[in-house]
């Protein structure tokens, strides 16, 4: 995992920046980004150790190690945190924030589930939501054409009761979930049949992302916000991951971006997605992580130095529209 630390301060719209990487190793995938960290004055913190049994999800022992070896939360920082299979360490950071703030997540899954019922790269939103300070979570770019299956149905629905969660995914056919109740909530339209309910998805992939965007912020809660990207949400030639390949265009991620930094006040940041193989620690654990991890990822097969390629292009990109002087500039001009 890497922390990049950008510290800055919103000021009429543009951004006063202090460029300071933190690299909180835990499975190398960005030590090998030398352009990244040739580009920034990077601090290297070795996590190495305690990664087979961070990987996937973590016991609270784990949980709070990580929290004092990160030491805290940084306004404003970038946070890089390898693999995808380490996500699960954005709740971490988020209960960090001492102050009320909203969640972005962007990512091919909403990583809502109610199950294992511990912290996992799979329920970290759902742990996340146990944080009172976190007034709201905002799910985009989910991207499944399946209509059932075990994540469909392990959804913290729940959580959709009084908007306090949304969800918009990139593209998803409408799904079946058995026996659970789902909420009324102004992200989807449900069809009741029996002993299963019909969800009808709100799509991002034919919307105009600046208009719709700022319609759907409008209501936030809070101003303030942290926002977590895992780039397996992106289209294979901008993201080699250990996940299947998403469907956003990297142009649309960036798109994102640029609105949520132009409409809100944004505290934190933090990216997955890049690629390590998963090294466990366990044998229930190896289990369940090959059980879950696809077959056809959309690194298999490339060389090591191309995934790195890719990979670092795509972090620069992000890094350069988080932390860009926009001096007010509107997006949706862009």
Request: with cysteine; hydrophobic share 40%.
């Amino acid at each position: 995992m890497i922390v990049v630390f950008f510290y800055f301060k919103l000021i009429s719209g543009s951004v006063s920046i202090s460029e300071k990487i933190r690299v909180l190793n835990f499975d190398d995938s960005l030590i090998q980004q030398r352009k990244l960290l040739a580009e920034y004055d990077a601090e290297v913190v070795d996590l190495r150790d305690i990664a087979p049994r961070a990987r996937f999800w973590m016991d609270e022992e784990t949980k709070k190690e990580i929290a004092v070896r990160v030491n805290g939360f940084s306004n404003g920082g970038i946070t890089f945190l390898g693999s995808g299979d380490f996500h699960h360490v954005s709740s971490i950071l988020i209960d960090s924030i001492s102050e009320p703030v909203t969640v972005i997540n962007i990512d091919q899954h909403p990583d809502w589930s109610v199950f294992p019922g511990k912290l996992c790269c799979g329920s970290w939103v759902t742990e996340t939501l146990k944080n009172g300070l976190v007034k709201k979570v905002l799910l985009l770019g989910a991207s499944s054409g399946s209509a059932i299956g075990f994540s469909t149905q392990m959804g913290n629905y729940s959580a959709l009761e009084n908007d306090r969660v949304e969800i918009y995914p990139w593209r998803q056919c409408p799904s079946k979930v058995f026996f659970r109740k789902i909420p009324r909530n102004k992200s989807i339209k449900t069809e009741p049949h029996g002993i299963f309910t019909k969800i009808y998805w709100d799509e991002l992939k034919e919307k105009n992302l600046t208009e719709f965007l700022r319609g759907v912020f409008k209501s936030f809660p809070t101003k303030r916000v942290y926002v977590s990207i895992d780039k397996d949400c992106l289209q294979r030639k901008d993201s080699l991951t250990n996940w299947a390949e998403g469907a956003i265009p990297l142009d649309d991620l960036l798109s994102m971006l640029r609105v949520i930094r132009h409409e809100l006040e944004v505290v934190g940041v933090d990216v997955a997605g890049d690629y390590s193989e998963s090294f466990v620690q366990g044998a229930i654990k190896n289990i369940v992580s090959k059980f879950n991890h696809p077959k056809e990822y959309s690194a298999k097969g490339c060389p090591a130095s191309d995934i790195a390629r890719v990979n670092e292009n795509t972090n620069l990109e992000l890094i350069k529209v988080l932390t860009e002087q926009e001096g007010g500039r509107d997006p949706g001009s862009l």
